[in-house]
């Protein structure tokens, strides 16, 4: 029976696809296939719910870390504005509050990034790797000592990375997957040191007055965060020479 359910949950996925869809290539690897068996419906009914077309899917991720959350927010992609289509929770996610300036700091980054690829073959079964060091890192943080491979993966270990488990990664792997076979070139994701509402961001600058580096990465995410809790969408960020950003 299960091996009839994938049959038909793939065939659902894949109706009138290409054979070099992004999808299609994806599903010829067997974590992929599970992952489809297990969440396929899942996702399908989460897209549903928000009234969302997979094959007009546009995908926006934000993750906080002190509540330990990943927010997937979704769009057709003639649609102005994104709705939440799942908080999932993170198992485990090392370091603390701040940005990732260095290799084996164990620190998550923080700060404006993408998904740059899909990993099939994980240690920790499927990852989606994130694109540290970004500009800005690459400027702010310890020239020659940055780190890279930094991904959100299944398990429940991290040393830099945000583990969400295998049952949740697999929905997040989904989901990036069906945004790209409906032609997003890029997945954003911004990593937020916790949700900045007004209350937590004068506490957090209480505080961290004193950390410089911190007090500038922080304006911005927060200006990025009321842009789209009041619009839905997120602003453009452009990356500054010194390392900062400009929020438009």
């Known amino acids: 029976m299960r091996i009839i359910s994938l049959l038909i949950l793939l065939c659902v996925f894949t109706a009138g696809v290409t054979t070099d869809s992004v999808r299609s290539k994806q599903i010829r690897y067997t974590r992929v296939r599970e992952a489809y068996a ?27 870390k002190t509540e330990k959350k990943v927010e997937v927010w979704g769009k057709n992609i ?24 260095r290799s084996r700091d164990l620190q ?33 943080g310890v ?3 940055l780190g890279n491979l930094i991904y ?11 583990a969400v488990t295998n049952d949740y ?32 961001y004068k506490r957090l ?3 961290y007055q004193k950390y410089k580096d911190e007090m500038g990465l922080w304006a911005s995410l927060k200006e990025s965060y009321d842009f789209f809790e009041q619009h839905h969408f997120p602003p453009m960020v452009r990356f500054m020479p010194d390392g900062s950003h400009r929020i438009n």
């Open 38 to 64: 297990d969440k396929g419906k899942t996702v399908e009914k989460s897209l549903n719910t928000a009234g969302l077309l997979r094959d007009s899917l546009n995908i926006y991720l934000r993750a906080f």
């Open 152 to 162: 959100m993966h299944g398990g429940c270990e991290s040393s830099g990375c945000i």
């Open 205 to 207: 600058t209480t505080r």
């Open 169 to 200: 990664i697999k929905e997040l792997y989904i989901y990036c997957v069906e945004a790209y076979n409906s032609g997003q070139h890029e997945i954003s994701m911004t990593i937020y040191p916790s949700r900045l509402t007004d209350t937590e």
């Open 78 to 101: 003639s649609d102005s504005a994104y709705k939440l289509v799942r908080t999932l929770p993170i198992c485990e996610i090392s370091g603390e509050i701040g940005p990732k300036r």
């Open 108 to 140: 998550v980054p923080e700060g404006f990034y993408h998904i740059s690829e899909l990993n099939p073959f994980s240690k920790y079964y499927l990852s989606l790797k994130i694109n540290y060091p970004n500009a800005s890192d690459s400027i702010k």
């Open 143 to 145: 020239r020659g000592k």
